[in-house]
């Protein structure tokens, strides 16, 4: 038990024979403890090391064997000092790790092999897919398979700003889970009164990036955001990828058409307030409650709306709202 602190077993039991018999000679250790008096002198050099045999005062010739409350105490302490200090010097390699991890990280991203530029780690591909965008010419599309939660950013910090305000053609195809929610419908409606047309889609393979029609950026592992993020350049990726886009882009929901909007909003109080409670994902149960009417009502009103507004579900019934400035 005394292990971790120096004392292995044969140097606890001479520890031990000394302080029952403080007054013995080491050939009667040697004896008490069955083992030879070379060997007993070696532990009694232990035992000195660790200030757990030390000189009497009166005596300096004479040696006597510490109180453990004294000596092992001593030694607890010790050791917690060389541990706080080992510690110490972890934590200063466990950082110095951390950068020779990031150096690494450096050399990967500026490898190249061929068309294809691997860039490992989410903020090495942030960090790249930034200076790539400052450098585009002319267009910026993307398939942004993300959630109203995966937003953090307010709009008006939003990446694509500076893109827009340089004249950057953008086009954005995101889910249609996002675009339900309030925060989500207004997100896009931010990014396309300055200028990115936006549309949805029920799903999306995958985070696709087209620059200029010249650079594809795909994830390094879909399934895992955090991975990093494959750059590509060779045509036939390129193909491939445009391919992808237009197909989604095609089959996606226009949700600002110039067509549709319409700022006159022609509704009573009751249904300018189911339309808000619905867009901010309110059932008809909770409608009802909120407005003091039956159930039966509410989703009259519901009805009604959506036969006004030609929709089939609850989704085309908010986009088509927002397209006409109701919600």
């Known amino acids: 038990m005394l292990e971790p602190l120096g004392l292995d077993e044969a140097t606890s039991a001479v520890y031990h024979a000394l302080l029952r018999a403080p007054e013995s000679t080491p050939e009667q250790i040697a004896a008490l403890v069955n083992r030879s008096l070379t060997e007993v002198h070696q532990l009694m050099d232990e035992l000195r090391k660790l200030d757990l045999l030390v000189p009497t005062w009166t005596n300096p ?101 500076p893109l827009l305000e340089r004249g950057i053609r953008m086009r954005s195809v995101y889910l249609q889970s996002m675009t339900v929610s309030k925060p989500g419908l207004e997100y896009a409606a931010y990014m396309h009164k300055r200028g990115n047309e936006v549309r949805a889609t029920p799903t999306l393979p995958l985070r696709l990036l087209i620059i200029d029609q010249e650079i594809a950026i795909m994830p390094l592992d879909p399934a895992t955001e955090s991975a990093g993020a494959v750059i590509h350049r060779s045509p036939a990726v390129l193909a491939v990828a445009l391919a992808l886009f237009d197909a989604y882009w095609s089959r996606a929901t226009d949700l600002f058409a110039p067509e549709d909007r319409d700022n006159e909003s022609p509704l009573t109080p009751h249904e300018a307030e189911v339309l808000r409670l619905l867009a901010g994902g309110a059932k008809d149960e909770q409608v009802a409650r909120l407005l003091g009417i039956s159930l039966r009502t509410a989703r009259r009103i519901t009805a009604n709306l959506s036969d006004r507004l030609d929709a089939t579900s609850r989704f085309e019934l908010g986009v088509a709202a927002a397209k006409r400035g109701w919600v």
Do not use: C
Request: charged share 30%.
């Open 61 to 161: 010739d004479v040696e006597h064997a510490v109180h453990p409350r004294v000596g092992l105490a001593g030694l607890v302490e010790r050791r917690r000092s060389e541990l706080n200090r080992m510690l110490g010097d972890l934590a200063e390699a466990s950082a110095a790790a951390e950068v020779m991890a990031e150096q690494y990280n450096e050399l990967l991203t500026s490898r190249t092999s061929g068309d294809v530029e691997v860039l490992k780690g989410r903020a090495n591909a942030s960090r790249r897919i930034e200076e790539l965008g400052a450098k585009a010419r002319e267009s910026f599309w993307g398939l942004i398979p993300a959630h109203v939660d995966d937003i953090v950013a307010p709009p008006e910090e939003s990446p694509d700003l």
